[in-house]
């Protein structure tokens, strides 16, 4: 099992990249989508959240309070490590189950927090879609319709750019035209075909 961990900014280009890479038959797992997997009516972590931050935590639905949770943990760090502490093991154990499924050449492992936790322990490679700062903001302001200052403090709580660019095995630069970034993006596909076969 071959896997390349991808990961990036706000508006780097993250999804326009693992969506060309599943469009040549690549298994995309996205740690983000685990992490609401691991959070669905009868899953364990829901309960474990409910028991430690109260029944309020599910809605009448069975599901979620996702804004209760929110308003908990952004105002308190211990209740965010508490949380962290319920849902990671459930998230990495989704993972590596998704991992061991997948069937393709290799496999890529997404995640916007791919070096900030331990996932990237999961992979054989990174893989850094990374753009200009202006073009995070740009891009994000566009696509979510929030005001720049917003986008500008969800940056400044990610990891520094120049960190990212440190700790990734590769590094693509997304600043140009979407085919330019497929072009890229070919050249890694045969790159990790060739590598996935070394293994």
Not at 46 to 73: C, Q, T, W
């Amino acid at each position: 099992m071959f896997v390349v961990g991808l990961t990036g900014g706000i508006g780097s280009g993250k999804t326009s990249a693992s969506d060309y890479l599943a469009s040549k038959g690549i298994t995309i797992v996205d740690a983000d989508l685990a992490s609401r997997v691991v959070v669905q009516p009868g899953k364990p972590a829901l309960n474990e959240i409910s028991k430690r931050f109260g029944a309020h935590m599910i809605d009448a639905s069975g599901s979620l309070n996702r804004p209760a949770l929110r308003e908990i943990v952004f105002s308190d760090k211990n209740a965010l490590k508490d949380l962290e502490a319920i849902t990671h093991p459930a998230i990495r154990d989704e993972l590596l189950a998704q991992l061991h499924a997948s069937t393709s050449p290799y496999t890529v492992l997404v995640s916007p927090l791919l070096l900030e936790t331990n996932q990237h322990e999961l992979t054989n490679r990174v893989l850094l879609i990374d753009a200009p700062e202006l073009a995070q903001v740009e891009r994000t302001v566009a696509r979510d319709k929030v005001p720049t200052a917003q986008v500008e403090s969800i940056m400044a709580a990610q990891m520094q750019r120049k960190t990212r660019q440190d700790k990734a095995d590769d590094v693509l630069v997304n600043d140009d035209t979407l085919d330019a970034l497929h072009a890229k993006l070919d050249a890694m596909h045969q790159r990790y075909l060739q590598l996935a076969t070394e293994k």
